[in-house]
């Protein structure tokens, strides 16, 4: 990124925090947006590892982890650049949950997963930082571990990222709702 592209992202910073201030956010706990969760939880269950370790990239205020039964967990780290969010997801002091702020397109995890998700956060992420992430990720997989992938409407510039000879497609789904233009496509991906 140039240094224009570096001052619009840190913009771009500013105003989820700024939104998340707000409570611009608090939609995503509604049960609209519910569908996409269970979906996310349900792919975890059939494709992940038992007791999986998670990574939930672009977490936000971590919503997705109370749709997760805890006990059957070992762990779920979020992060997000949003240092307002990570607030708010460290305050709700969920069990096995802990959140660090952190931006996706330099971050290295320092451990590795069996799940990592990337929920509503892919397209956020700089063109030309989208390859370089992913690979990022694949690095960070366990044995069979899987990558769940979660875009509202149809995600062009992004599907293609999965949808190739690096993963093969375990499921994929378009979950809908009431509202025609409100639907998000979820795949999940294991490396080949
Ligand atoms: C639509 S919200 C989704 C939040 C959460 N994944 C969920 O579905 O509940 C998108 C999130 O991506 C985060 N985000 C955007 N760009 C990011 C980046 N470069 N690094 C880390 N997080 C980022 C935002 O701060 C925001 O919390």
């Not at 320092?110 to 694949?138: C, G, M, P, R």
């Not at 769940?148 to 093969?168: P, Q, T």
Request: one cysteine or more; charged letters at 30%.
């Amino acid at each position: 990124m140039n240094i224009v592209e570096k001052f619009k992202h840190w913009k771009r910073k500013q105003r989820w925090n700024r939104q998340y201030k707000k409570g611009r956010w608090e939609n995503l706990k509604s049960d609209k947006e519910s569908g996409r969760y269970k979906t996310i939880v349900e792919y975890s269950e059939r494709y992940g590892n038992k007791n999986p370790d998670i990574l939930d990239l672009g977490s936000g205020e971590g919503v997705l982890l109370d749709y997760f039964n805890s006990d059957l967990i070992s762990s779920f780290d979020g992060m997000d650049f949003s240092s307002v969010s990570i607030k708010k997801a460290n305050k709700a002091n969920r069990a096995k949950g802990t959140f660090t702020c952190e931006d996706l397109h330099d971050f290295k995890p320092k451990t590795n997963y069996d799940i990592i998700v990337l929920n509503e956060a892919f397209y956020y992420i700089h063109e030309t930082k989208k390859q370089e992430v992913i690979d990022t990720l694949k690095a960070h997989l366990k044995t069979n571990g899987i990558i769940i992938v979660s875009i509202y409407r149809e995600g062009l510039g992004c599907w293609e990222y999965f949808k190739n000879h690096d993963f093969e497609e375990l499921d994929f789904t378009t979950v809908t709702t009431h509202e025609e233009k409100t639907y998000w496509k979820i795949g999940a991906y294991k490396l080949t």
